[in-house]
């Protein structure tokens, strides 16, 4: 077999190994060795590795048909996926507009909202507010409302610019403050934005219900959502939450909103509705924005594969999966679990200087002095020391760089779903070894 990689290419030249096959929240390259998928992929795999019920019902639809285009006709298994979705969903999300992915979901719903309102005839609304860091996809609109300096740098000059406000970030406050005294600076601070650029001009405000990538599974305190909420109400402002990362089970609840009841006028999903075993998102919203939309004409936009019967038919069967084996409340009670024993680590482990998150979206972030919060130098790439010596130990972990991708260290520990007790032993026994090993070089 050739196992040559020279004709591909992605971010780096780094020599990867091939994967011969993967189960469960294991997973296996071609020299045999075994690997914990401690974060899911991209956080995507929220039903795990090789489930039958999935190569099943691909089978099934294969003997039907693998693609209709949808201004022909529409498909079963996208109708069937849109109903059980509107039905599990926030009583006014009453629409679904499928697309393939994450990045292509945040362009969606930022497209049906400018639409919206230039059919309204307020086409001056077209700024995004969204939060520094963020992430939202590596298009150029979906980098317009993206925060994450490595990312952006190349392309500034072709990508809108966009208003950015303070993500919700306690342990690293952008305005050196503690909450609850800071009274929620950072939400009110969408209100400076609005005030300062005018409401007439802005669409809406985006944000990850919790934080992803960027800042490492940051929770808002309490009360943020809803002082995000009267502030685009007041303004007349959309909100769109961008739950690619979120949904479906990952936080501990199917969506992320339903913590906090916040209600959105679009939200974007991907990742986990497919969980890895095919490419799909979608944007979730209302009758009346979909309203306009129709009655002005139809929506301007739409991607080829959208509503493709075979991958809505394994959203479908992702679906019914993670409610049959109720994976949202195990995120939530293994999340827990896991958490608290990051929280132990954390008292072994004086490199680790802050564990959060919420459900199965949990993060640790690296510090040279805990008490002063004090990173380490960007080019010492302490995540990625980490994430290599978890990798040679047999976890997978999700590195990156909490400071808007220029400096400090954070890994994301997202296990599938299905992740056990024993499991998450496993991934915490594996965790303490490679901390050990970082720390011996970097302490
Ligand atoms: N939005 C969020 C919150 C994400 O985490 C991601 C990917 O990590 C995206 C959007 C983009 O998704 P994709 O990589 O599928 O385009």
Request: net charge negative; hydrophobic share 40%; aromatic share 10%.
């Amino acid at each position: 077999m050739n196992l040559s990689d020279k004709y591909l290419f992605y971010q780096t030249r780094k020599q990867l190994p091939v994967i011969k096959k993967a189960e469960g929240i294991h997973m296996w390259d071609h020299s045999g060795k075994e690997y914990i998928d401690g974060c899911s992929g991209a956080v995507i795999s929220n039903i795990g590795y090789g489930n039958k019920r999935i190569a099943q019902r691909i089978a099934q639809q294969a003997q039907e048909t693998f693609f209709a285009y949808r201004i022909h006709f529409e498909n079963q298994p996208a109708m069937d996926l849109a109903r059980k979705l509107v039905s599990l969903s926030a009583s006014h999300l009453k629409k679904i507009f499928y697309v393939s992915g994450g990045s292509e979901a945040v362009e969606s719903a930022m497209k049906l909202c400018l639409q919206y309102y230039h059919t309204k005839g307020q086409g001056t609304k077209y700024l995004f507010v969204s939060r520094k860091p963020s992430y939202h996809g590596c298009t150029l609109g979906a980098l317009g409302i993206t925060s994450y300096s490595p990312l952006e740098i190349p392309f500034k000059a072709a990508v809108k610019a966009n208003l950015k406000i303070p993500a919700p970030f306690c342990y690293r406050c952008a305005y050196g403050m503690a909450y609850p005294a800071c009274g929620l600076r950072c939400a009110h601070a969408l209100e400076e934005a609005i005030l300062d650029n005018g409401a007439e001009n802005i669409a809406a405000f985006v944000a990850e219900p919790v934080g992803g990538a960027s800042t490492g599974a940051t929770v808002p305190p309490e009360e943020y959502f809803s002082v995000i909420q009267s502030i685009c109400r007041r303004y007349d402002i959309m909100l769109i939450l961008d739950e690619v990362m979120t949904g479906f089970g990952r936080t501990g609840k199917l969506f992320a909103y339903e913590h906090w009841n916040v209600r959105a006028d679009i939200v974007a999903l991907s990742k986990g509705m497919a969980s890895g075993y095919y490419p799909l998102g979608a944007i979730m919203t209302s009758d009346e924005i979909v309203d306009v939309i129709l009655d002005g004409g139809g929506f301007a936009h739409g991607h080829t594969y959208a509503g493709n019967p075979m991958a809505c038919a394994v959203g479908e069967e992702v679906l019914d999966i993670i409610l049959e084996s109720d994976l949202v409340s195990n995120a939530a009670v293994i999340g827990d679990y896991l958490k608290q024993g990051l929280e132990i680590l954390q008292n072994s482990h004086p490199i680790i200087g802050d564990v959060r998150g919420l459900g199965l979206l949990l993060a640790i972030e690296l510090v040279k002095d805990r008490q002063a919060k004090t990173p380490f130098a960007s080019d010492v790439s302490a995540n990625f020391m980490l994430a290599d010596a978890a990798f040679n130990h047999g976890l997978i972990i999700y590195p990156r760089k909490p400071i808007n991708g220029l400096k400090g260290d954070h890994l994301l520990v997202a296990p599938p779903l299905i992740t056990t007790e024993p499991e998450a032993d496993t991934i915490l026994e594996r965790l303490d070894t490679s901390l050990t090993i970082v720390e011996k070089t970097l302490m």
